[in-house]
């Protein structure tokens, strides 16, 4: 069992940068994936980064450049580093994990996780 725990987000204008954090606790997988999501209001959820234990990355292409996925693995703690943000990266963030290689999933679909965090709003304005 996997214990996601997420903090971090907020308000700010675009342009500005936010900064989520996600702990992780529960389990002794060597192999985890694990991502950040989100879901604006009227939309599916989505991919944004994910990260293996290798610290192999992937982006969605919206956030590339300005969205940094990172970890800390003697703290089990997972980051999103976003900057220069949009009004259209409005969302209700989530972190996610899946015990894992990531070449054996899609690392950006939400189908493939089954851990979730409790989910932290960001919102940009214009």
């Known amino acids: 069992q996997v214990q996601l725990v997420q903090s971090g987000g907020g308000s700010v204008q675009a342009g500005g940068s936010l900064r989520l954090s996600c702990a992780a606790s529960?389990?002794?997988?060597?192999?985890?994936?694990m991502g950040w999501f989100r879901q604006a209001p009227g939309k599916e959820r989505e991919g944004v980064a994910s990260?293996?234990?290798?610290?192999?990355?992937i982006y969605a292409d919206s956030v590339k450049g300005r969205f940094t996925i990172s970890q800390d693995k003697a703290k089990r703690a997972l980051y999103l580093q976003m900057n220069s943000l949009k009004p259209e990266d409005t969302a209700m963030y989530y972190c996610?994990?899946?015990?894992?290689?990531?070449?054996?999933?899609?690392?950006?679909?939400?189908?493939?996780?089954?851990?979730w965090g409790q989910g932290t709003q960001v919102t940009v304005s214009s």
């Open positions: 990260i293996d234990s290798s610290d192999t990355t």
């Open positions: 529960g389990y002794t997988y060597s192999n985890i994936v």
């Open positions: 996610a994990a899946v015990p894992s290689l990531m070449s054996a999933i899609r690392p950006l679909a939400v189908y493939e996780y089954n851990y």
